[in-house]
């Protein structure tokens, strides 16, 4: 079966030994022969999608697609011609795509119905071809082509819908060896060996070395000489991961594949527990917390219980739609579908009701808030946005490039325009006659800005493309260094000015050392939250509960406390100073008072959830 990322599974030929059922580990797909014995199925648990393939007519033993299901029915459907020519594609909304191909069977266009639901339909892609079938060109719905040029069935030009060009050479064994952009954008060579390949940069010139097996990557070099090492299970799992300074994390997994467990540096895992089909149904955070997954008879998700052994509930209908979402409070979301499967209702836990309109291809064209006010947008044929109406009237306008860079922005207020390299990179940014110029080096990272004032604000970039230099235009110098695994190490200025950088095991900042000798300390629990934060004349102290929520903040003598609901709001506040404030909620999660002694305060929201009114006594 040839997967997504143009790799083949290869499973065994189901039958008695396996139980008429092929198990491919690595994407943890099952193969089965159809009851009929013309084909087969293949199950992807992770996705729950069924792929069912059927005779072709190609060569014997070969499939094609039929459609690809989800549990509850809802498929893309797949037709042939006679002579085994892909025809048409019907969605799972009953779209028709057309499939218009040439004498060959390659795909010259796909058409899909017109966004208006008026009848016809408009090409959403084309593809062109030579004689010997390369692919010569492919053009969007709004006439922007692609090209590509051969020589001897390998591509050595490709270029883009604005224009700019990539090119590419070969040695003997037809591997690349070479390839650039227009202006010496991306110039990089490479070099192979058994099981290693080199990786170099005209500009910078640098070099990194990928060393691999079976097509997993085992080792990166970067260009400073940090060396990043992945190992892999027999079943191309990732087994273990290992950066430049050591800090190792671990992964292990079950017999049919699934992640059982994580260990990351420091120490800190994650677990998860699976029923006998695959299902999560257990968590254990990294505080060791469990969290807890239930499903219905279809298999989909149904409960999930949180470690305060709060359960949020979700209901289906026949077609698998998500209808209600019940809180551990027992509110309520309700959503409404179309006939193509949109949403096109929320109704709230206060019964307010918010509303989508759609057109024949599934793209948003009008949202309605609670109170009848109205969103309009509008698309081109890609499905960018190009026009926005809002409640309030106002309207505003986009253009994009072929490459789908925005040109120009624009309201009744201000137009903001917009130019770009040929890498597709920010050049220019002009409004109200101030333009704002961007550069960069060969690999598009960012060098400079020069404001409308004529003021450059510099980079100064190593081989990796990090910043080592800083200039504002202010005229102000900062100079950065790093550690082998990218983070900040320390800060040069401005002046004389110095600021080192620490870190835990599990790579969070544990220490600011200042060039004076004091600092700032942070410590964290497993699940890395601040727990304790210390300066010379200061220390601050969080206590969470198993949700992760601030409990306890506690400075010096005096702490405050919080309480929350099911919901997360938090109900309560307490100090040490004698404070004791309640704090109540609308349907709608808005502040609607808060009171403590002597005094209190009531806030109502509109269905937008505004404050209306605020009243004190």
């Known amino acids: 079966m040839r997967l997504d990322d143009g790799r083949a599974a290869v499973f065994e030929l189901p039958g008695p030994a396996n139980d008429y059922c092929a198990y491919y580990r690595p994407r943890q797909l099952e193969l089965r022969p159809l009851p009929t014995g013309t084909g ?49 594609i019907i969605d799972s909304a009953d779209r028709l795509i057309g499939v218009r191909t040439d ?38 719905a709004e006439a922007h082509a692609m090209r590509f ?92 991961e290992q950066d430049a300074l050591g800090h190792t994390s671990t992964y292990k997994y079950d017999e049919w594949g699934n992640l059982t467990e994580v260990t990351y540096p420091g120490g800190v895992q994650l677990k998860t527990q699976y029923d006998d089909l695959g299902r999560p149904i257990a968590y254990t955070d990294a505080m060791q917390h469990v969290w807890q997954l239930g499903y219905d008879e279809a298999g989909t998700l149904a409960t999930r219980t949180d470690p305060a052994g709060q359960t949020t509930r979700y209901r289906y209908d026949e077609e698998g739609h998500l209808m209600e979402i019940a809180d551990a409070l027992g509110r309520l979301l309700k959503l409404r579908y179309d006939t193509q ?13 918010l509303s989508r309109r759609y057109d024949a291809l599934g793209r948003i064209v009008q949202i309605t808030d609670a109170l009848g006010n109205a969103e309009q947008r509008r698309y081109d044929r890609m499905g ?72 450059h604000y510099r980079f100064g970039l190593d081989k990796t493309g990090q910043v080592v230099e800083e200039q504002g235009y202010d005229g102000i110098v900062r100079h950065y260094t790093y550690d082998l695994a990218g983070r900040l190490a320390t800060l040069y200025g401005p002046g004389t000015r110095t600021t080192a950088y620490a870190y835990s095991p599990a790579g969070q900042l544990a220490a600011l050392t200042y060039a004076d000798g004091t600092s700032l300390r942070y410590q964290y629990d497993a699940a890395g939250t601040l727990t304790e934060a210390h300066s010379a004349t200061s220390s601050i102290r969080y206590a969470h509960d198993a949700l992760g929520r601030v409990v306890t903040e506690t400075q010096g003598a005096h702490s405050v406390e919080s309480t929350y609901d099911a919901r997360g709001r938090r109900t309560a506040l307490a100090s040490s100073f004698g404070l004791a404030l309640e704090v109540r909620h609308d349907a709608l999660d808005n502040v609607a008072g808060m009171r403590t002694a002597g005094w209190q305060v009531q806030s109502q929201h509109d269905a937008r959830g505004l404050e209306v009114q605020r009243t004190f006594s």
């Open 341 to 353: 499967h949109n949403v096109v209702h929320l109704i709230q836990a206060d019964d307010q009701v």
């Open 384 to 455: 960018r946005l190009l026009a926005l109406r809002t409640r309030d009237g106002s309207e505003s306008a986009v253009v994009y490039d072929g490459d789908g860079n925005v040109l120009r922005a624009q309201d009744a207020q201000q137009t903001v325009t917009f130019t770009y390299t040929i890498v597709d990179r920010l050049a220019t940014r002009q409004q109200d006659g101030q333009e704002v110029h961007f550069s960069y080096d060969k690999q598009a990272h960012l060098t400079g800005i020069r404001n409308s004032l004529g003021q």
């Open 149 to 240: 040029a051969y020589q001897e069935r390998l591509i050595v030009q490709k270029t883009f819908r604005t224009g700019m060009s990539f090119y590419f050479t070969y040695d003997a064994y037809n591997r690349c060896t070479r390839t650039w952009g227009d202006e010496g954008y991306y110039d990089c060579r490479f070099t192979y060996a058994l099981g290693h390949t080199t990786v170099a940069t005209l500009e910078p010139a640098a070099t990194q070395e990928y060393f691999h097996e079976r097509g997993l990557v085992t080792t990166h070099v970067n260009q400073l000489g940090a060396a990043h090492h992945w190992r892999y299970t027999a079943y191309d799992e990732l087994e273990v």
């Open 40 to 88: 087969y199925t293949v199950h992807s648990i992770g996705a729950g999608l069924t792929y069912q393939f059927t005779p072709a007519v190609y060569p014997a033993g070969q499939y094609a697609l039929a459609s690809v299901q989800n549990r509850y029915g809802q498929a893309l459907r797949f037709f042939y011609s006679d002579n085994g020519y892909l025809q048409q």
């Open 103 to 140: 004498t060959a069977g390659r795909i010259l266009a796909l058409d899909l119905p017109l966004p208006d639901g008026s009848p016809g339909t408009f090409p959403a892609v084309q593809y062109a071809y030579d004689a010997a079938g390369n692919m010569l060109s492919t053009t969007d």
